[in-house]
């Protein structure tokens, strides 16, 4: 466990496993690096993985609005990653835009892309423009708290959409105290999401990627998951989308074994890169 400065941050990270091969891992909004213990204990064997906790989230520092978190995230993965890439990266949910974006912009660092549950919204309604009104009402509750400065009603909103499926109610004071707290990090990377606004979609960028591509969602997720991963693949030539039963949105936490294994058996078929001497 280390913390040090990666894409001018102060940023915790960690490892886990030993296998031959090196991964990269970016976990979700409101959660931490140590999110993926579970999965990565499934994939010890297949790879050596890095995971480091996002701006403002377990132990690396605040993040403040003078830098737009998403691109702050990426900047931390490509220097986690270093020296040592090219790595098959893995993100779940807006850590999976985190990925995809560090895959367009730094394509010599990854070697495979996993996105689990990404919220790249901004996909699924630029090839769905009638689902924006379903969307906008979904998100209502989630926006309007926030305007009230309840962020309270906000952190409940949010998680009613993008939690592990308990009530609110059922979760300990603490985490929910947490999570009212940090609320404001969902609210920084609407724009990204929700409106592309580091215009991924643009001039073919996604279309540009030339990696091995898997796209993993809980059968039980938001149906702007199954859209999301619907659009994504669209413009990935020879990506695959696989849907788990029984999973929503935290598949990763819920599902570890399910999720490490259609992994571990994507990386079977991804051949690792090897240098001219």
Wanted: charge should be negative; proline fraction near 5%.
């Amino acid at each position: 466990m280390v913390k040090d400065i990666r894409g001018g941050h102060p940023t915790f990270w960690t490892e886990f496993g030993t296998g031959p091969r090196r991964g990269l891992l970016i976990h979700c909004s409101l959660a931490h690096s140590g999110a993926w213990k579970g999965m990565a204990s499934h994939l010890g064997g297949t790879l050596s993985m890095r995971a480091y906790d996002l701006p403002g989230h377990g132990r690396s520092d605040d993040w403040t609005p003078a830098r737009d978190m998403q691109e702050m995230s990426v900047a931390m993965a490509a220097d986690v990653i270093g020296s040592d890439g090219p790595m098959d990266v893995i993100g779940h949910s807006f850590g999976a835009t985190v990925a995809l974006r560090l895959a367009i912009e730094r394509p010599d660092l990854v070697r495979s892309l996993v996105l689990i549950e990404s919220v790249f919204i901004a996909a699924a309604l630029a090839d769905n423009p009638e689902m924006t009104g379903l969307h906008n009402e979904k998100n209502a509750g989630f926006r309007d708290a926030l305007v009230r400065g309840d962020r309270v009603g906000a952190a409940r909103a949010f998680m009613r959409d993008w939690g592990d499926g308990r009530p609110w109610e059922s979760l300990p004071q603490e985490q929910r105290d947490m999570l009212a707290e940090k609320i404001h990090l969902i609210q920084a990377n609407q724009a990204t999401v929700l409106e592309d606004r580091p215009q991924i979609l643009a001039d073919r960028r996604i279309e540009a990627l030339d990696v091995p591509v898997l796209l993993v969602r809980g059968a039980e997720s938001s149906v702007f998951v199954g859209l999301t991963h619907a659009a994504i693949a669209r413009r990935l030539s020879g990506a695959r989308d696989v849907a788990i039963e029984g999973a929503g949105h935290m598949a990763p936490i819920t599902h570890p074994r399910a999720v490490a294994d259609l992994v571990s058996d994507f990386l079977e078929k991804v051949p690792e890169r090897v240098d001219a001497d």
